[in-house]
């Protein structure tokens, strides 16, 4: 594919744009930094995140030292290593979520509003219905009563719990915002002609109006993974997210309360790590929505 | 009017029996039942039956669910709580509901003190370096969570410079805290909407005119632009209400106020599910009820919606 300098694609045009907001450029490597920090988590710690020291240190929590570069817990786990394990669980959960999410909401979406008719009523009625309910207390909720049988769930299957309450509850504003993105390309030519020369709806759907939504997806994306990372911070930290012994950020936030007056490390480094990572995901998306907007197209 | 709002309340009735439907399924596709809970692992099978029937649980969950819903809509009846001794769950909610509501009206009241001024400011004076501050200032509230937020105030105002109690409920005083932790974010959502809305009204040609005419620009913001700009925050509130509700629980756990989510989530924590499917119904009610509401003051305020037929 050529590109000339003057004709770009809208994509291509919002990543120029993109790499010249030096906020959105700094997001983007603390963004890239933290996932090499994750996926590479056992190359980077020196201790298993499960692993208790209390060998060398006779009173835990200890502060940070050579060995502990910030410091052990309660139990005289790194905190280090959990921070970084913790990541690892956290994006990992997050990225299997808005996965699910984007799946739901854009077929669903794409669906209701190409078609139009009793399909689109009906799944819009679907969508008020999830919106007749603030999301994160149904993620609350859900994952409440799927893990109220079980004494303790073993690690993964809490993770198990999370996809749903969390993928349950996320798919509708996309779903939304796809349907309403649809309804306004679908009467434009490119697409009449394409159904004039028959071409099959899934291609229809799939090659011609997806790829002009990409746009707006990514966005929503953006926004959808702030959101998650929020609420399985917010379900750990209720104890009805990640169980042990995976770590997590908002598990350890709940576990330093209790002795935060001698010990503000164990709030701070956790507490720090998830608001910024937030952070730099808002200000990330912020400045998408802004390269993706035509309106400021130079 | 009076059509779009019987309109209203119709619609949601289907929205109220799926949320209480799904919580109620979920609950009996639980691994253990309730009755293997409360009874534990030593009872007889005959005792396990005999709660079995005592709670309806014997029963197709289809006929339990009827039940519950005809007993709700006939005498106003949760059912009773697995646990407290079989405390019905309408009478547990008297308690605890007013704390929740007090908390989430405060919280509300910080948010829109807050946060209007800080949006009308930052639009007046567009660009400026208080523009800036204050939004960078609102994304980063966004961003930090009611989880970070409320412990480090702790840390600081009541640990470090011991100007305000640590948790409890006892004293106005003690509201403070679980306030400002719980509004924050709203007042940074309400801040950054009311900027974006006052910017778009100063660019209408009715301020120009107004100026035109010899008002002040302060007059004219006033009178023309402020009120204009609030109608589409209005919408909003419905989200930020929506947010108040749930952050509610989390902050009532992490202050320990004794209101409907620190006790929810209490009750999450002893499986004591019939007190979670009442409260889902509350929330959902509560939910709708000031969407509606808000959806009737734009109605009352803006006469152009009054007028269409269809006003959704």
Redesign the interface.
């Known amino acids: 594919m050529s590109q000339s300098p003057t004709s770009l694609s809208p994509t291509a045009d919002a990543w120029r744009r993109l790499r010249r907001n030096p906020i959105a450029v700094v997001c983007g490597i603390y963004i890239v930094l933290l996932l090499v920090a994750a996926l590479g988590a056992n190359l980077f710690t020196r201790y298993a995140y499960d692993f208790q020291d209390t060998q060398r240190y006779l009173n835990n929590p200890s502060p940070p030292d050579a060995n502990h570069w910030l410091g052990t817990d309660a139990l005289g786990r790194d905190v280090f290593s959990r921070l970084l394990f913790g990541a690892r669980v956290s994006l990992g959960v997050t990225a299997v979520v808005v996965v699910i999410e984007a799946l739901i909401g854009i077929t669903l979406g794409l669906f209701a509003g190409y078609r139009g008719g009793k399909t689109d009523l009906y799944l819009m009625?679907l969508t008020?219905?999830m919106f007749?309910?603030?999301?994160?207390?149904?993620a609350?909720?859900?994952s409440?009563?799927?893990?109220?049988?079980?004494e303790a769930l073993p690690g993964w299957l809490s993770l198990g719990t999370l996809f749903f309450a969390l993928g349950v509850v996320g798919w509708p504003s996309m779903a939304r915002l796809v349907r309403g993105q649809t309804l306004a390309l679908r009467e434009k030519e490119f697409i009449e002609a394409a159904r004039a020369t028959g071409v099959p709806e899934r291609d229809i759907l799939l090659r011609h109006l997806l790829p002009n939504l990409s746009g707006p997806i990514i966005v929503q994306v953006t926004q959808d993974v702030?959101a998650v990372v929020?609420a399985e911070?917010?379900l750990s930290?209720?104890?009805?997210g990640v169980q042990p012994p995976f770590p997590s950020w908002?598990r350890m936030?709940?576990s330093?309360?209790n002795d935060?007056?001698a010990k503000?490390y164990l709030?701070?480094v956790p507490?720090l790590a998830?608001?910024i990572t937030?952070?730099a995901?808002?200000?990330l998306g912020?400045a998408l929505r802004d390269a993706f907007d035509p309106r400021l197209r130079e | 009017m009076l059509t779009f709002i019987v309109k209203r309340i119709l619609l949601a009735i289907p929205s109220l029996l799926a949320i209480s439907f799904l919580v109620f399924l979920v609950a009996r596709l639980a691994p253990s039942g309730p009755v293997e809970i409360i009874a534990g692992d030593k009872a007889t099978p005959a005792v396990v039956a005999q709660l079995k029937h005592e709670y309806g649980l014997d029963k197709p969950v289809l006929v339990q669910y009827l039940n519950y819903v005809t007993g709700i809509v006939t005498r106003g009846d949760l059912g009773k709580s697995f646990q407290r001794g079989g405390q019905p769950i309408t009478e547990m909610f008297r308690a605890d509901f007013p704390v929740t509501v007090q908390l989430a009206w405060q919280a509300l009241l910080f948010a829109i003190l807050v946060g209007i001024p800080i949006g009308i400011f930052a639009a007046l004076f567009h660009n400026s370096w208080f523009d800036r501050l204050a939004m960078m200032i609102v994304v980063a509230l966004v961003s930090i969570p009611s989880i970070v937020l409320g412990p480090l105030l702790v840390m600081v105002l009541a640990l470090q410079f011991h100007l305000l109690p640590i948790d409890g409920w006892s004293s106005p005083l003690h509201t403070l805290l679980p306030t400002i932790t719980l509004g924050a974010r709203s007042a940074a959502m309400l801040a950054r909407f009311m900027r974006s809305s006052l910017l778009d009204v100063l660019r209408q040609d009715y301020i120009r005119t107004a100026i035109a005419k010899g008002y002040s620009r302060g007059r004219a913001v006033w009178k023309h632009g402020i009120k204009n700009a609030l109608l589409p925050v209005l919408t909003v509130m419905g989200t930020v209400f929506g947010a108040l509700l749930s952050g509610s629980f989390v902050v009532e756990t992490i202050f320990r106020v004794p209101g409907i989510g620190f006790e929810s989530i209490n009750s999450i924590s002893k499986r004591d599910y019939p007190v979670i499917q009442g409260m889902a119904l509350l929330v959902a009610v509560l939910y709708i009820a000031i969407n509606l509401i808000i959806d009737i003051l734009y109605g009352v305020i803006d006469p152009r919606i009054r007028s269409q037929e269809n006003p959704r």
Do not use: K, Q
């Open positions: 009625r008020d219905i007749a309910f603030p999301d994160l207390l149904l609350i909720l859900l409440a009563i799927v893990r109220s049988g079980s702030a929020l911070a917010t930290f209720l104890n009805l908002g936030i709940y330093s309360l935060m007056a503000p709030l701070i507490s998830l608001a937030v952070m995901v808002n200000f912020d």
